[in-house]
C-alpha cells in the first residue's frame, strides 16, 4: 500500500490465547503481503483449535485511528457515491437484497434494528422499506449526512462501539462486513449482546478463513488486506466466540461476494484500471450477480463458502 509502512503503527502485546475460541495452541503463519489495500510485513497467527487466522500483535486503536483518518478521510466522498449507488442502482439494489436483506428476512420481518458501521445508509434503506424501525451508527462524518440527507434516515448518528447502548435495545442488529476490522472482536460482540433485546438477533457477515478463496490464496487473497481487516474467522472460531459472549443459538448463510475474487484475479493480471472503469458500465451489474451466482454454488463439502458468511446468532 503506498505511502505508509508497518513502522507508522504502535502494537498491543502479543496475544497468547486465540480472539475466538480462547485456546492457547496458536502457532506463526504467513506475514501480510503488500498490495494496494494492505500493508506488508504484518505479523499473523493461526489458531490450531479452531482455525481462525488473526494479526498479532494488533495494532492500538489510537494507530488505527489515524490509519483511517489519512488513507480514508480523502477520499470520503468516493466511498459515500459507491455506498450510495447500492440502494439507488436497480441492479446493485436487487443483488444487495438477494445476498443481505433477503437473509434476514427470512428469520426477522419487523422490530427495531440497529445498523452499526452503516456506510451512507443503504441496508438501513432497505430494512426501513421493508417495515423495520431503524437506526444507524457510523463514524464517517460524510456517510451520516448523506444516510440523513439523500437517504432520509434522520436516526443515523455519528459515533464507533462506545456509542452502543448498555441496556437492551434493539430487535435486530446488523454488521456488515465489520467484525473482521474490530481490534478486540470478543469485547465487541459482548457490546452488542448488551444492546439486544431477550430474543434478539445479530447479524453479522465476515470473510471466512473457511472459504474457497482464503483456502486458495492464503495471505495472498485480496480479502487479506491487514490493517483493515484483523482477524479471518472460521465458522468453528465465530460459533465459539458468540458463545463466550453469550450467544445461545448461531446458524449460517453462504455470501460469495463475486467482486473480492474478480479484483484479486484482475490485480494480478496488472488490468486493475480497466476493471476499476468496467465496474462502472451497467452491464458489469448483471456480470457481477451471475459470477455470485456461480462463485455460491462452489463447494468442496456441500456446506462451504465461496468467501463470506452470514452469521445469525441469537440471545434465548
Given at each position: 500500500m503506498q505511502g505508509i509502512s508497518i513502522d507508522a503503527f504502535s502494537f498491543a502485546d502479543i496475544a497468547g490465547n486465540c480472539l475466538?475460541?480462547?485456546?492457547?495452541?496458536l502457532q506463526s503463519w504467513d506475514d501480510t503481503v503488500e498490495h494496494e489495500l494492505a500493508v506488508g510485513g504484518f505479523r499473523n497467527s493461526k489458531c490450531l483449535g479452531c482455525g481462525t487466522v488473526f494479526t498479532n500483535p494488533r495494532p492500538d486503536r489510537k494507530s488505527l485511528s489515524g490509519f483511517y483518518e489519512t488513507f480514508e478521510g480523502h477520499d470520503d466522498q468516493a466511498f459515500v457515491k459507491a455506498s450510495l449507488r447500492?440502494?439507488?442502482d436497480p441492479g446493485r439494489r436487487a443483488a444487495r437484497?438477494?445476498?443481505?436483506?433477503?437473509?434476514?428476512?427470512?428469520r426477522k420481518q419487523?422490530?427495531?434494528?440497529?445498523?452499526?458501521?452503516?456506510?451512507a445508509g443503504w441496508f438501513a434503506a432497505m430494512a426501513r422499506d421493508e417495515g423495520f424501525?431503524?437506526?444507524g451508527i457510523e463514524q464517517m462524518p460524510a456517510a451520516v449526512e448523506a444516510a440523513q440527507k439523500e437517504l432520509g434516515l434522520s436516526t443515523v448518528r455519528q459515533g464507533d462501539e462506545d456509542a452502543l447502548p448498555e441496556t437492551p435495545t434493539y430487535d435486530v442488529i446488523v454488521c456488515n462486513n465489520l467484525i473482521e476490522h474490530v481490534t478486540d472482536p470478543l469485547d465487541f460482540a459482548r457490546k452488542v449482546r448488551a444492546s439486544l433485546k431477550p430474543g434478539g438477533l445479530w447479524m453479522v457477515n465476515f470473510p471466512s478463513a473457511d472459504s474457497a478463496m482464503f483456502k486458495s490464496f492464503g495471505a495472498h487473497?485480496?480479502?487479506?488486506?491487514?490493517?483493515?481487516?484483523?482477524?479471518?474467522?472460521?465458522?468453528?472460531?465465530?460459533?465459539a466466540m458468540m458463545a463466550r459472549a453469550g450467544f445461545q443459538n448461531t446458524e449460517y448463510d453462504l455470501q460469495s461476494e463475486a467482486f473480492y475474487w474478480m479484483k484479486g484475479f484482475v490485480s494480478k493480471l496488472g488490468l486493475a484500471d480497466a476493471y476499476a472503469r468496467w465496474r462502472n458500465d451497467p452491464d458489469f451489474v448483471s456480470f457481477d450477480i451471475a459470477l455470485d451466482g456461480l462463485l455460491a454454488s462452489i463447494s468442496l463439502d456441500g456446506d462451504q463458502p465461496a468467501l463470506n458468511e452470514i452469521c445469525f446468532a441469537k440471545l434465548g
Open positions: 475466538a475460541c480462547g485456546s492457547d495452541a447500492y440502494y439507488s437484497h438477494k445476498d443481505y436483506l433477503a437473509p434476514l428476512l427470512a419487523s422490530g427495531r434494528l440497529l445498523d452499526f458501521g452503516c456506510g424501525e431503524v437506526d487473497s485480496y480479502y487479506f488486506m491487514t490493517p483493515y481487516h484483523l482477524t479471518h474467522f472460521t465458522r468453528s472460531g465465530f460459533s
